[in-house]
């Protein structure tokens, strides 16, 4: 298996725009998690899901963001409207069930100017 | 309030000897705790995990010991080398028996010099 796989590397926008940051978790995962990561905050869980279905979604900051897993295979996390205070790394991780190691994507650098 | 705490200041340490990291939390009773190794530009790359009902646990050159009661634990590298500098993080279930609610302390960096 490849990994986690996310997409893009690195995103560049303007305030206001839309983001939308992808992720293909390991075949076979049950649990699919969204992190976010900067240097003030350390990495704070944003969502998971079981199954397809979130789980715990209080991590997500404000309306502004969202995230949606429509099958197993992919999951995507929208920023609408993007504000500059939203730059950081976003990491996609998916652990094959409770209690077990989660599995990192390479991360997402988002930069909003 | 609930805290996952890691030792911000980076742990500087000669090629060797032992590096220890510490993990504490506050208001968690987690059923397990993990340690994952970030390097730069790298996602987290998971290293170890302990359960609540387990006191020490080794992998190669790493060991972890978990204090359920002092609600700590404790990370060590022997015998380490200039490749084990990278950044360290601990990570539990926030919410036990509801799942894999996996939350993150800050990270410990260790610099390994030769």
């Known amino acids: 298996d490849a990994g986690v796989i996310q997409s893009p590397r690195h995103e560049v926008t303007e305030m206001g725009q839309e983001v939308t940051l992808r992720c293909k978790p390991i075949?076979?995962?049950?649990?699919l998690f969204w992190y976010r990561q900067t240097m003030m905050r350390g990495l704070e869980l944003l969502i998971y899901f079981n199954n397809n279905v979130p789980i715990d979604d209080s991590g997500m900051p404000e309306d502004r963001f969202s995230a949606k897993m429509p099958n197993a295979s992919f999951s995507t996390l929208k920023i609408q409207p993007s504000e500059p205070r939203d730059s950081a790394v976003y990491f996609c991780a998916s652990s094959p069930g409770p209690n077990t190691e989660a599995f990192f994507g390479q991360g997402t650098r988002l930069t909003v100017v | 309030s609930q805290k996952i705490e890691q030792n911000s200041e980076a742990l500087n340490i000669q090629e060797g000897k032992t590096a220890t990291l510490t993990c504490n939390y506050t208001?968690?009773?987690?059923?397990?705790l993990q340690w994952y190794r970030q390097d730069p530009g790298r996602g987290p790359v998971f290293l170890l995990l302990i359960r609540e009902n387990e006191k020490e646990k080794r992998k190669e050159r790493l060991k972890v010991t978990f204090d359920t009661t002092l609600k700590q634990s404790l990370f060590h590298i022997t015998a380490s080398q200039p490749a084990d500098s990278a950044t360290y993080l601990c990570a539990l279930d926030a919410i036990k028996a509801a799942g894999n609610k996996l939350t993150f302390g800050g990270g410990t960096r260790v610099l390994v010099k030769p």
């Open positions: 075949s076979g995962h049950d649990y």
């Open positions: 208001n968690y009773s987690p059923a397990y």
